[in-house]
């Protein structure tokens, strides 16, 4: 009974305190000389299991960040940037995927989480979200992602910079883009006439100040229409490679499960353009 009790004491996303960091080997696990924010990402279930069929409990070494921004809201699978709540506001914290430890649970059950940081439901709901994206991540045409990856604009900025900034801006409204691509149909298609049919859904937050949140992905709408096009339009107005026929701003409280189902969500993932260099631009 008192194991039982013991396990329950911690929860996914709680974060370790310093004795608990000590007891771990955890204290300097950053390699700098800043505070170490340990989070627990293992399951409830998990946790609450006896040692001895989950004898470590998973947990993810963090930093402190400033704001939120592009990587806010799960929209990048490698990493996070997430609110806790604290007596003197909101603290953001920005996990990577693969600052990822084991801790025996019997030197982690020796302490008690900290219980001046802490994650709310929407917090949590968004760390789960995340946790499950590295492994549930939605699969688009490689051509598709190609033609993203490689374009340019203007001979300066790449096209996927554009979008990094326009989501960075809008990083504590915006909740994510959402790619109706092809009606669902997964095609590699060749050559720059033979167009992806793309519809795009910017989706937002509608539990923090609606009325800003909506302004905020409405022009981020407006801003993407205008990068698609300087990317993908040509001087007689069609579409090559890629031709944008909507970009809508959308509330989370307003999208049904059937558009949920239909949609795919497309993560920018900051890490791939720095791991993969763009490929050659596909030619008009």
């Not at 006439?193 to 795009?200: A, C, E, V």
Request: proline content about 4%; charged content about 25%.
């Amino acid at each position: 009974m008192a194991e039982s009790a013991r396990n329950l004491s911690w929860r996914q996303g709680d974060i370790l305190d310093e004795d608990a960091l000590e007891i771990c080997n955890l204290a300097a696990a950053n390699g700098s000389s800043g505070p170490v924010y340990a989070v627990v990402i293992s399951h409830d279930c998990d946790l609450a299991a006896s040692e001895s069929k989950e004898p470590n409990a998973e947990v993810i070494i963090g930093s402190r960040g400033r704001k939120l921004g592009g990587d806010s809201f799960a929209k990048t699978a490698r990493r996070l940037q997430v609110e806790y709540q604290s007596a003197d506001g909101p603290i953001v914290l920005e996990l990577a995927a693969t600052e990822k430890v084991l801790v025996p649970k019997e030197a982690l059950f020796t302490c008690a989480p900290r219980g001046d940081i802490t994650l709310d439901k929407q917090g949590l709901n968004i760390l789960q979200r995340w946790l499950a994206a590295r492994y549930r991540r939605a699969a688009f045409p490689e051509a598709f992602e190609t033609r993203l990856r490689s374009q340019r604009i203007n001979g300066k900025k790449t096209f996927l910079e554009r979008i990094e900034g326009i989501l960075e801006a809008g990083g504590d409204h915006i909740r994510g883009l959402l790619f109706d691509l092809d009606d669902g149909a997964d095609v590699e298609r060749v050559t720059p006439t033979d167009t992806y049919q793309l519809g795009i859904v910017v989706l937002y937050n509608s539990l923090r100040d609606e009325p800003a949140a909506a302004a905020v992905a409405s022009s981020a709408a407006e801003e993407l229409e205008q990068v698609f096009a300087e990317a993908f339009g040509s001087q007689t107005g069609e579409w090559q490679n890629i031709c944008l026929t909507y970009c809508d701003a959308m509330s989370d409280n307003a999208i049904t499960v059937a558009q949920s189902e239909m949609l795919k969500e497309w993560r920018l993932e900051h890490m791939s353009l720095k791991d993969y260099p763009p490929q050659a631009t596909i030619k008009s």
